[in-house]
């Protein structure tokens, strides 16, 4: 293919791209509940610190249910993790075998 064709289409995808970035505006969170109108309520650097407070004497209280991640689960970490490298270390162990045979193998390689 053209190198020049390609570039220039790739140019013209990240520009349009590019132009759909304002479009997804990220608005940060209000403090307080929110009423019916879209206005904010009463909630306080207070009532925050003690909600806080809160969830970690409860979490103190009850150290068997850990943080909620699923380390050992497969939807966990860990257990994504040792799938991802099981599917991506099994392709390229295809790929790596098959490419010590064939047409374009070197010769006296195996």
């Known amino acids: 293919m053209n ?21 997804m505006v990220a608005y940060a969170q209000y403090m307080g509940n929110v009423g019916s109108e879209g ?15 809160r969830r970690v004497d409860a979490a103190k209280a009850n150290p068997a249910s850990g943080s909620g991640t699923p380390y050992l689960d497969a939807g966990g970490v860990i257990g994504a993790a040792a799938i991802s490298a099981a599917v991506f270390g099994g392709i390229a ?8 045979s064939g047409k374009y ?3 006296g390689r195996g």
């Not at 904010?40 to 009532?47: H, K, M, N, Q, W």
Request: aromatic content about 8%.
């Open 39 to 53: 206005q904010t309520g009463s909630y306080t650097l207070e009532e925050a610190l003690e909600i806080q407070k």
């Open 93 to 100: 162990g295809a790929l790596f075998l098959r490419g010590r």
């Open 3 to 23: 190198t020049k064709i390609l570039l220039a289409a790739s140019l013209i995808a990240v520009f349009a791209i590019g132009s759909f970035a304002p479009v």
């Open 105 to 107: 193998a070197a010769m």
